[in-house]
């Protein structure tokens, strides 16, 4: 069975720079990407973006210019970073498996979340 | 990009039905993902591919579409549905994921 682990400061001042990391265990790493969602307190979800094994990424048009993902295929991993944080970036953050198929029919979704990290930003 | 809209809040009684609903553009490309969101926990797939349920899913939970429209109906609500409820899907670009702004649901 697939399982998420995550981890990273929960705890930021503003213009620092959220790091967070999620470890695959079980099941396979290739052949997916894998993704970063986060959730203000009290509202919705929110798309961060995507990596595979391969490097390649998809980032939330929105939040392009401050976030980088990173993967380490060999230890199993992948990382998020957030640059320049600002209150705005409050929230629990997520890390997912994505699959996403194009045919016959186009289908998206996330079945594996990691458990999720609480970040607070706050001088 | 697009977005997806759902209404923010729903209730229903115990043991009857309820359908919560997500509108948008990329619904006519994609087909509808759905999550179920308890307080404190994560989300949970309850439905992909507009219309199925992961192992472990009840099958009071089914998923219908039509045009820009997808649906989540839950026959016979139970206590445990209470929740909050996210439609998904990718954008029309092929590139932003949306997530719509999400149902609470409340079992009476």
């Known amino acids: 069975q697939v399982q998420l682990q995550q981890w990273g400061a929960g705890l930021l001042k503003p213009s620092e720079t959220l790091s967070l990391t999620c470890v695959v265990n079980g099941g396979p790493f290739s052949g997916y990407y894998w993704g970063w969602i986060r959730q203000p307190p009290g509202k919705g979800l929110e798309w961060i973006g995507e990596?595979?094994?391969?490097?390649?990424?998809k980032y939330n048009s929105s939040l392009k210019s401050r976030v980088t993902l990173s993967v380490e295929t060999s230890k199993r991993q992948f990382s998020l970073t957030v640059s320049s944080v600002t209150a705005a970036d409050t929230a629990v953050y997520f890390c997912?498996?994505?699959?996403?198929?194009?045919?016959?029919?186009?289908?998206?979704?996330?079945?594996?979340w990691g458990e999720g990290t609480s970040v607070t930003v706050s001088s | 990009s697009s977005e997806l809209t759902q209404d923010p809040a729903l209730s229903v009684a115990l043991g009857q039905t309820v359908t919560i609903t997500c509108r948008g553009d990329s619904l006519k490309t994609y087909l509808t993902t759905w999550y179920q969101q308890r307080p404190g926990q994560a989300p949970r797939l309850v439905i992909y591919g507009t219309n199925n349920r992961p192992s472990g899913i009840p099958d009071r939970l089914s998923g219908s579409s039509s045009g820009n429209t997808a649906s989540l109906t839950i026959t016979g609500a139970q206590a445990d549905d209470e929740a909050d409820y996210y439609c998904n899907s990718r954008d029309t670009n092929d590139q932003d994921v949306l997530f719509g702004g999400g149902t609470k649901l409340t079992v009476l």
């Open positions: 990596i595979n094994h391969s490097g390649n990424t």
């Open positions: 997912a498996r994505v699959t996403a198929v194009t045919a016959p029919k186009h289908y998206y979704y996330m079945d594996v």
